[in-house]
């Protein structure tokens, strides 16, 4: 069954801090990689995805993963963050019909 | 107005009653999802439902049922509401094309004493 582990449950960083928050998966179909980003009393949404090609893929907000194949790893990176920052972060690959299953989350708290 | 609109948004209730959530959407989409978001345990899948004439269980369907009343929207019940459904409920929809990028709705944070 695929999988997706998260290896950060909760990180507190300073502002201007780098974030580098783990995420791997067992899975041996075709490789759609995403993450998402909750917002304090917020809904999810798309930070980034990976469908194909570059494996380096940039998101919104100065995000970026890289997919590692080799690794199976979908590491989420942010060079300098910032307060507003300050959410949960989903990794999700494909699941049974190729549906999202979703890792267990990482709360991260940037405290200005 | 928001793509995906869920009623209620939070709502309380007492262990034995029914409770539906509802959710429309605008986006158009085709499939549509119901998942539950736990403290430590992430979303986990409930229902989904790919048209209108198709649902399907998903990885914690007990004690939850579902109606696609039309293409937008997408009901999920409690029949027997229990404490441990104390939950955030989200419903999201996608393409059938595409690599199912989810759009969510705002939640629906139900307790249940």
């Known amino acids: 069954a695929q999988s997706v582990s998260q290896h950060n449950h909760h990180v507190i960083l300073s502002e201007a801090a780098s974030l580098e928050l783990g995420c791997n998966y067992s899975y041996g179909g075709t490789v759609n990689l995403f993450w998402y980003v909750q917002y304090p009393g917020q809904h999810l949404q798309l930070l980034l995805k990976?469908?194909?090609?570059?494996?380096l893929v940039k998101g919104i907000k100065g995000f970026e993963a890289e997919f590692i194949k080799s690794k199976f790893s979908f590491n989420l990176r942010k060079p300098s963050v910032q307060w507003s920052d300050t959410a949960e972060y989903f990794c999700a690959v494909p699941g049974g019909s190729y549906i999202p299953t979703f890792g267990r989350g990482t709360s991260l708290i940037v405290h200005p | 107005d928001a793509d995906v609109t869920q009623t209620p948004r939070n709502r309380i209730t007492k262990t034995g009653k029914r409770i539906m959530l509802e959710c429309s959407q605008t986006?158009?989409?085709?499939?549509m999802y119901w998942y539950r978001q736990d403290p430590g345990l992430g979303l986990r899948l409930i229902y989904y439902s790919f048209d209108v004439k198709d649902i399907n269980k998903g990885e914690i369907s007990d004690g939850y049922s579902v109606s696609r009343q039309a293409q937008a929207k997408f009901s999920l019940s409690l029949e027997s509401a229990i404490p441990n459904q104390t939950a955030l409920y989200f419903c999201?929809?996608?393409?059938?094309?595409?690599?199912?990028?989810?759009?969510f709705g705002a939640g629906s944070r139900l307790t249940v004493l």
């Open positions: 990976y469908f194909s090609g570059d494996p």
């Open positions: 986006k158009g989409h085709d499939r």
């Open positions: 999201a929809t996608s393409t059938s094309s595409g690599a199912n990028v989810l759009t």
